[in-house]
């Protein structure tokens, strides 16, 4: 059985995922750099590890953003819950240090 050599199209759009893939690493790796921050000013003024009315505005807009980009809301939503949760964890163990 031989392989097949994807066709140029496909190359390229492969080539495009796997450097969206790429700027998506290095834009969690700066939010987090960022949150990192704001943990440890959370952890200094003994304010709580999480905030759920600024989550559920966060929420709230990014779901009007991926409407407004075609992106299916409840899949943004779920995304950043997903971060949200890895965030407080973060801050819940600089407190307990």
Same mark, same amino acid.
């Given at each position: ?12 759009? %492969? ?8 700027? !998506?690493?290095?834009?969690? =790796? #700066?939010? /987090? ?27 709230? %807009? ?8 075609? !992106?299916?809301?409840?899949? =943004? #939503?779920? /995304? ?18």
């Amino acid at each position: 059985m031989s392989q097949q050599t994807p066709a140029p199209e496909l190359l390229e759009l %492969r080539d495009s995922i796997d450097n969206i893939d790429a700027a !998506l690493i290095h834009l969690l =790796a #700066e939010r /987090f750099k960022c949150t990192k921050r704001v943990g440890a000013l959370k952890a200094e003024k003994g304010l709580p590890a999480a905030d759920p009315g600024r989550e559920q505005r966060q929420i709230a %807009r990014l779901r009007g953003l991926a409407s407004e980009s075609k !992106l299916d809301p409840e899949f =943004a #939503e779920k /995304f950043l819950t997903f971060i949200i949760k890895e965030v407080i964890r973060h801050h819940e163990e600089m407190q307990r240090r």
